[in-house]
């Protein structure tokens, strides 16, 4: 499964180690991801989802049903 948040759209970036001496080696940043079962009850089903905590968070905030459907629109979930 890939590293990208269903509901953010955050996925791995890419940067630099910056040793003492300034040396600079390539490094990934991976976002913070979970897997997580939601109940939908517009559904009457549970829904498991690969979220980052910003996306668990967004998901309290606005309610499963709206952020699946931002995320649809947007791209990150499909089902």
């Not at 890419?14 to 003492?20: D, P, Q, T």
Request: proline share 3%; aromatic share 8%; hydrophobic share 35%.
């Amino acid at each position: 499964m890939s590293r990208i948040c269903q509901i953010t759209g955050k996925k791995v970036m890419v940067g630099h180690s910056v040793s003492h001496s300034n040396i600079k080696t390539k490094r990934t940043f991976a976002p913070n991801l979970q897997d997580r079962k939601y109940f939908l009850t517009e559904e009457n089903k549970w829904v498991t989802l690969r979220v980052s905590t910003n996306g668990m968070r967004t998901i309290n905030k606005i309610g499963l049903p709206e952020a699946l459907k931002r995320a649809k629109a947007k791209g990150f979930y499909k089902a």
